[in-house]
């Protein structure tokens, strides 16, 4: 068993890397330039919803009463007629970038202590390159990657978006993987 406080220097530059790869692939990368399509008919979508003041949060329209309002006739031919949404509103203006990579790093560092946490608890200090690489990169793809799955299954996310969150994750857990095994403790 390798000890938390020991691997406190993998932890953080772990975290530091998948901020620098993830900021790499979303900002300079062509990749994910795709992921959000234009909305059809986007300035008469925007100027109908727009006086309704929907407050921020998630919706899924059309929204039955409970189980028994699933049944019903008028719930069913609204689902019918369409169109079902499943619809995130975010507050007006823009998005406040600063707040978000602090969020962000600071789930890219719990992640990290995680992955710390399974690798240590599984080797000892000394371990092999390969076995650290493993163990770290297994704990960080579950965590960065798997989650997004049932978004695809449940709440029919787009595939390619899943797929490439997933590809994503696996790049991530590979430099949180290199690093670990870089600075396992001897």
Do not use: C
């Not at 390798?2 to 406190?8: D, H, I, K």
């Not at 929907?54 to 049944?71: A, H, L, N, W």
């Not at 996310?157 to 949180?176: C, E, H, M, P, S």
């Amino acid at each position: 068993m390798t000890t938390l406080a020991s691997l406190w220097l993998p932890i953080l530059l772990a975290s530091v890397f998948v901020f620098i790869a993830s900021s790499l692939i979303h900002m300079v990368l062509p990749w994910h330039k795709s992921d959000y399509p234009p909305m059809p008919n986007e300035d008469a979508v925007l100027g109908a919803l727009r006086p309704l003041n929907i407050p921020p949060g998630d919706y899924f329209i059309p929204r039955p009463q409970g189980r028994e309002g699933m049944k019903s006739a008028e719930y069913q031919e609204k689902v019918h007629q369409g169109p079902v949404v499943l619809m995130t509103v975010m507050p007006n203006g823009m998005m406040a970038m600063g707040k978000t990579f602090v969020q962000w790093f600071a789930y890219v560092l719990v992640v990290s202590l995680f992955s710390a946490y399974v690798a240590g608890r599984a080797l000892p200090p000394g371990s092999a390159f390969a076995q650290v690489l493993r163990f770290a990169g297994v704990a960080a793809f579950l965590s960065y990657a798997l989650a997004f799955w049932p978004m695809s299954i449940w709440y029919r996310r787009a595939w390619n978006l899943t797929v490439k969150a997933t590809v994503d994750g696996l790049i991530y857990a590979f430099v949180t993987g290199l690093t670990f095994a870089w600075l396992w403790p001897h």
